[in-house]
C-alpha cells in the first residue's frame, strides 16, 4: 500500500524552527517530485516547495523563500522540509505529496496524486 507519512509538526514560538519529514513506505521516492503544502484554517490548501526526484531542482513559494528548505534522502526513502524563522502566518496543516513526471518541479495542488494525511504546525508566542 503506498503511503506517504508527515512528522515533526508542533508548537514554536515565532522565529523558532522545525523540521518536517515526509517518510515513504510502500513505494520507492526516487522517481517521484515531492511537494509540501499548508492549509490553514479557512483557507484553500496551497504550495510551499517542491523538489525534483533526483534533488537537483527545488522551488519554493514567495511567502517562504529564504525561510524554507527542502532537501532529500533517497536512501531512507524520506523528504525534509526545514523551517526557520517561522511566523504565526506559517501556521496551518502541511501535507506531502508525491507525483511523477514533474518537470520543472512545481508546488501545484493538482499535480500530485499521493498525499499524506498531514502534520500541524502551530507558530505561536
Known amino acids: 500500500q503506498l503511503q506517504l507519512v508527515e512528522s515533526g509538526g508542533g508548537l514554536v514560538q515565532p522565529g523558532g524552527s522545525l523540521r518536517l519529514s515526509c517518510a515513504a513506505s510502500g513505494f520507492t521516492l526516487d522517481y517521484y517530485t515531492i511537494g509540501w503544502f499548508r492549509q490553514a484554517p479557512g483557507k484553500e490548501r496551497e504550495g510551499v516547495s517542491c523538489?525534483?526526484?533526483?534533488?537537483?531542482?527545488?522551488n519554493y513559494a514567495d511567502s517562504v523563500k529564504g525561510r524554507f528548505t527542502i532537501s532529500r534522502d533517497n536512501a531512507k526513502n524520506t523528504v525534509y522540509l526545514q523551517m526557520n524563522s517561522l511566523k504565526p502566518e506559517d501556521t496551518a496543516v502541511y501535507y506531502c505529496a508525491a507525483g511523477l513526471g514533474i518537470a520543472p518541479c512545481r508546488p501545484l495542488v493538482y499535480e500530485y496524486a499521493y498525499w499524506g494525511q498531514g502534520t500541524q504546525v502551530t507558530v505561536s508566542s
Open positions: 523538489i525534483s526526484s533526483s534533488g537537483g531542482s527545488t
